[in-house]
């Protein structure tokens, strides 16, 4: 059966979605509210983290679904998406050897290090906590992956429009009905809203099933360093060494040495008007002249990006009727993207999601976790 499906949304997850659901055979057509490359979202960019460590086996094990439809999607384009550079993660021993347990149940492999070898491999990173190295790690091509997913979904036949907001989705009869902002009226046997910051938009009111989501502007910052590319991405967990909190993250790319505190920036409106925030700026420059001895510290270069984020950080990728969700990536969902869309592509053809991903999950008789 070919179903006719809008996708609302051209960040990573919705172009990965049009890709899947165009390779299946089913007539996509995706609209995107402003032009290609746009840096208004959560996709753009240079450089985002992929890694498989992840201290609960159910994300590690979406991790290894990831990888290798990330590599099949640079085999269907010809765009080179990711590199695999490895990952270094420290801070406090049990976080560490939590991962490092992870890694070796699954059958990955990874190498634990004192700081004296992390040092000594990583001049530019100082460590002085127990250290694990894991080499299927490494940096995405954030807006080249976005471009890779739209050219593989118009390949299959996906319609891709920039340019095109949509004003409101409502379910008529078995399908769905999307209009634009211009009052252009799209009929779909499915929709799919992947709408990053603006997706509580599209929640009608008093939806008590879709989780509450908190979009911050986060902040990371560019620093120039001579071998910027060859740097493997990091994650310096809060705890010892680094005041208790959600830590920092960190990876080489073409930009130089982009670093970010994770999850502290400011709730905003996704419209915002992406001012520069000098008390997070200069945060991350005094954590730079203490861990990053090896970037230039003089003139780092701030960007702004979205994170919206549930209260268990778990995603939303769930369907209502004629209409799935992929939302609420909590600042950590971009290494997934390429086997989110396949999840999406499985839920409009009537497959059950995960659990975990329900979006009733806070709904009146279950407990958040
Ligand atoms: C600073 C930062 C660093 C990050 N680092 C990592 C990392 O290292 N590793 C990792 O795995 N993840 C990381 N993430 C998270 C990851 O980037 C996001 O989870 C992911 O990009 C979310 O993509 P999305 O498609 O859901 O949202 P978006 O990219 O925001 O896409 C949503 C799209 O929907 C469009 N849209 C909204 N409303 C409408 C409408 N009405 N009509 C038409 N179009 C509409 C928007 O314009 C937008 O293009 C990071 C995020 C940030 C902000």
Request: with cysteine; net charge neutral; hydrophobic share 45%.
């Amino acid at each position: 059966m070919i179903r006719r499906v809008v996708v609302v949304g051209g960040g990573v997850m919705g172009s990965s979605a049009a890709w899947h659901l165009a390779a299946r055979g089913d007539e996509v057509v995706l609209l995107e509210q402003f032009a290609p490359g746009h840096d208004r979202g959560s996709s753009h960019g240079s450089s985002r983290i992929f890694r498989l460590a992840y201290a609960d086996p159910f994300y590690l094990g979406l991790a290894v679904r990831a990888l290798p439809l990330w590599q099949r999607l640079e085999e269907e384009t010809g765009i080179g998406v990711l590199a695999l550079t490895g990952a270094v993660d420290h801070g406090p021993a049990r976080t560490v050897s939590a991962l490092e347990e992870a890694l070796r149940a699954a059958g990955r492999p990874a190498e634990a290090l004192s700081p004296a070898e992390a040092g000594e491999r990583w001049p530019g990173l100082r460590v002085d906590t127990a250290a694990l190295f894991h080499p299927e790690a490494g940096r995405l091509h954030a807006d080249r992956a976005v471009t890779a997913f739209q050219t593989a979904a118009r390949k299959h036949g996906a319609r891709i429009r920039h340019g095109v907001k949509v004003a409101r989705v409502t379910a008529r009869g078995s399908g769905a009905e999307v209009v634009t902002a211009e009052e252009e009226v799209l009929t779909a046997d499915a929709v799919v809203v992947a709408a990053g910051g603006w997706t509580p938009r599209f929640a009608a009111p008093g939806d008590r099933e879709l989780p509450a989501m908190r979009v911050t502007a986060e902040q990371p910052a560019h620093f120039a360093a001579a071998d910027a590319l060859g740097w493997p991405s990091f994650i310096h967990h809060g705890g010892a060494g680094l005041p208790e909190g959600p830590g920092v993250y960190g990876l080489g790319s073409a930009d130089g040495v982009k670093a970010g505190f994770h999850g502290v920036g400011p709730v905003v409106d996704p419209d915002r008007d992406r001012v520069i925030n000098a008390e997070m700026l200069r945060d991350l420059l005094e954590y730079a002249e203490r861990w990053l001895p090896g970037v230039d510290r003089t003139n780092p270069v701030p960007k702004t990006c979205l994170y919206t984020t549930t209260p268990d950080h778990d995603f939303v990728i769930d369907r209502s009727g004629p209409c799935t969700v992929l939302a609420g990536f909590s600042g950590h969902g971009f290494k997934f993207a390429s086997v989110i869309g396949e999840l999406a592509a499985d839920l409009v053809a009537g497959r059950p999601g995960a659990e975990r991903f329900a979006r009733t999950r806070f709904g009146e008789g279950r407990a958040a976790r």
